[in-house]
């Protein structure tokens, strides 16, 4: 059977393509030398070291110590994130607003929201890479930089998608606790939390799975962590040590995508 809309799919596929090739040219997206002669021998030695991964006594409790060490910068740094998003979010909500309860928001109120919801940007807008960076400048090399960089970026982060979603689930509870008296935390706890419950924690969960990611790729600048033993593995072409690190890293974060699941289960 003949698509009738095959001449629209193909001038938007058409259109794609134009805009997509200037983008590869300014890239130099160029995907055909990796397997050019001069990439394919190193890559191919370097494969060939990855297996079998290393599982020698003293590299496998370094591994462990400092896959403990991952968790923790990725755990502490979103501890110290949901300080920053959690007052926020409270803060530059509109529906908490007491002042917004009649219309439009009074206008210190909506610039004090305004310039928190900037904060947030601004905090989220510098990559974890970019603080690290900094924090190895100011407290040097280890995991507090990873910490801060961490704590920084995700706070900027989750203070923003907490605001939306609250704001895009059902109001009316919130509106009538806070036109009765009702507090600001009150009406976050009995009205937005139970019905937002469930979105909130399967967020944070995600965001601690990408921070587990992220403190492995601040190893790289010298925050600490399985990454930083990583970059020290691969710089010395010890394949079989890279291959154990990866393996150990896909635990995490399978793991951490079934505590997601569990949480989302027991709020359900």
């Known amino acids: 059977m003949r698509d009738p809309a095959w001449l629209g799919r193909l001038f938007w596929l058409g259109a794609a393509l134009v805009l997509l090739w200037p983008l590869l040219r300014a890239t130099e997206f160029r995907p055909w030398e990796l397997f050019s002669a001069e990439s394919r021998g190193p890559t191919l030695r370097f494969l060939a070291t990855m297996l079998p991964p ?9 591994v462990a110590r400092e896959t403990w060490r991952t968790v923790a910068i990725a755990t502490a740094g979103i501890t110290l ?35 928190l919801r900037w904060l ?8 974890e890479l970019v603080w690290a960076l900094v924090f190895v400048r100011v407290v040097g090399l280890g995991p507090t930089a990873g910490v801060l960089a961490i704590a920084l970026t995700y706070g900027g982060m989750l203070g923003k998608v907490y605001a939306d979603i609250l704001e895009s689930g059902e109001t009316p ?11 600001r935390l009150q009406a976050f706890a009995y009205g937005l939390l139970p019905q937002n419950a469930a979105e909130l924690t399967s967020y944070t ?30 710089k010395m072409f010890a394949g079989g040590e890279v291959t154990t690190m990866l393996l150990v890293f896909i635990a995490l ?3 951490a995508d079934h505590v997601s699941g569990w949480l989302r ?4």
Do not use: H, K
Not at 120 to 127: E, G, I, M, Y
Not at 173 to 183: E, I, P, Q, V, W
Not at 265 to 268: F, G
């Open 120 to 127: 947030l940007v601004l905090l989220r807008s510098v990559p």
């Open 265 to 268: 289960r027991a709020l359900a």
């Open 54 to 62: 290393a599982t020698n006594g003293e590299f496998l409790w370094l």
């Open 205 to 234: 969960v995600y965001r601690w799975e990408c921070a587990i990611r992220s403190s492995v790729v601040l190893g790289f600048v010298g925050a600490g962590g399985l990454g930083q033993q990583l970059d020290n593995s691969t």
């Open 81 to 115: 994130a949901l300080v920053i998003a959690i007052p926020a979010t409270l803060m530059s909500t509109r529906v908490l607003s007491l002042s917004a309860l009649s219309g439009r928001m009074a206008p210190l109120p909506a610039l004090a929201r305004q310039l």
């Open 253 to 255: 974060v399978a793991l």
């Open 173 to 183: 509870a919130t509106r009538s606790l806070l036109a009765n008296g009702a507090g």
